[in-house]
Structure formats: C-alpha cells, structure tokens
C-alpha cells in the first residue's frame, strides 16, 4: 500500500494544496513497516490535479494536516482513503504511526 504525505521544507505542509513536494511510502502491511521511501514535487495547486495525479502514482491513503472539503470529495471519488489532522511535522512519523493506530490528530486546519 501506497501513502502520501504532503510536505514543505521537509515537514508536514500544513495546508495539503500549498505543499512543495510529497513524500511517499511503499508499507509492507504485514509487518507495518516502509519499505520505500521518496520524496517527489508537487505538480502544483489546480483544483482537481493532485487528486487524480496521486491515484496515478499509485496512492492509497493521503495523511495531511488541513484539507478542503473539495479536495477531500475528489479523493474518495479516486478511491484514496484521507487522514486529516495529522499533528506533527515529521512525515514518515506520520505513516508508522497511522498505520500503527497511533497518529494523533487534531482538527482540520483548512477552512474550505
């Protein structure tokens, strides 16, 4: 399974669409664990584009700190699983410990 986390200046971006790069990991789900990991450039912020962008790249479940409304609806249409409220800066903390089932999350930063 695939993941996303948006980041800038190497640390969870705080509002998803304005992030510089995501860093994606590949998770071995049976021992929930990364088996890879790569930090790739956003595209860039076009409603509707990274939505469809990221299911190409292969994503599952995107964790972020604030996310819009809209942009949570694409994702579902695109069959990608949104976490919101990731607190913390440290991306890859952020994955093993959702998929560890102890992320902490607070409340959407993102009012739109």
């Known amino acids: 399974m695939r993941y ?4 800038t200046d190497d640390k969870v971006a705080t509002h ?20 890879r990991g790569e930090v790739i450039p956003s595209p860039g912020h076009e409603p ?15 964790i972020a700190s604030g996310m819009g409304s809209r942009a949570q609806a694409l994702f579902r249409e695109n069959r990608i699983e949104v976490v919101i409220g990731a607190l ?14 102890v992320l ?7 009012d739109h």
């Open 104 to 110: 902490a999350t607070g409340d959407n930063i993102c």
């Open 48 to 62: 509707g584009v990274l939505p469809a962008w990221l299911a190409d790249e292969g994503v599952s479940v995107v």
């Open 88 to 101: 913390g800066d440290d991306p890859e903390r952020a994955v093993l410990d959702y998929i560890r089932g």
């Open 16 to 35: 998803f669409g304005h992030c510089s790069h995501f860093a994606l990991f590949d998770i071995d789900e049976t021992r929930n664990v990364i088996m």
């Open 4 to 7: 996303a986390v948006p980041i």
